[in-house]
């Protein structure tokens, strides 16, 4: 008598069997994944845009840590100029504009007199300390700092 191997249940082909087909397309799918993404991230790695915006906020935070510094410091005319600075990049990022060109002036232009006054009020003060050496007490930088982190915060928001 001779002996037969086990009977199949169905005459389908293995090729068409939702295993062999999942099997068979994983590796497919997994590569196709993998150049997307590896083709996404150099994508994001050359737009200039994107490459701005991550240098203009690697200078707000910078800016902000050599403020905190000149604060530790008593140094009022460093902390002012790091304040201005880290507010101008984080403007410049949002309106688009050379960081070089944020002012007091153009703050008036761009923003309401109620929003924009605070503003106004932190770039004539780096003005004053920068340029004419006005120095307020340093207690009162505590303060100042207070009103910058407020603002930054603020434009955080709207960004």
């Given amino acids: 008598m001779a002996v037969t191997g086990e ?3 169905t005459l389908e082909p293995v090729v068409w069997q939702p295993l ?3 099997t068979a397309l994983a590796p497919v799918v997994l590569m196709l994944a993998a150049v997307t993404l590896i083709r996404r991230y150099q994508w994001r790695t050359r737009d200039p845009a994107l490459l701005l915006h991550s240098a ?3 200078a707000v935070r910078i800016n902000l840590e050599s ?3 000149a604060l ?3 140094d009022a005319p460093a902390f002012f100029s790091a304040a201005r600075h880290a ?3 984080k403007l410049a990022d949002l309106w688009q ?3 070089e060109s944020v002012d007091q002036r153009l703050v008036a232009e761009r923003l309401p007199q109620q929003a924009g006054a605070e503003l106004q009020a932190i770039f004539a003060m780096a003005e004053k300390a920068t340029y004419a050496g006005e120095s307020p007490d340093p207690a009162l930088l505590r303060d100042w700092q207070r009103r910058i982190h407020t603002q930054m915060d603020r434009l955080e928001a709207v960004a």
Avoid: S
């Fill in 56 to 58: 203009r906020l690697a």
């Fill in 7 to 9: 009977r199949a249940a």
């Fill in 72 to 74: 530790n410091r008593g």
């Fill in 87 to 89: 507010l101008q990049e």
């Fill in 97 to 99: 504009v050379p960081a």
């Fill in 20 to 22: 062999f087909i999942g």
């Fill in 67 to 69: 403020m905190t510094a």
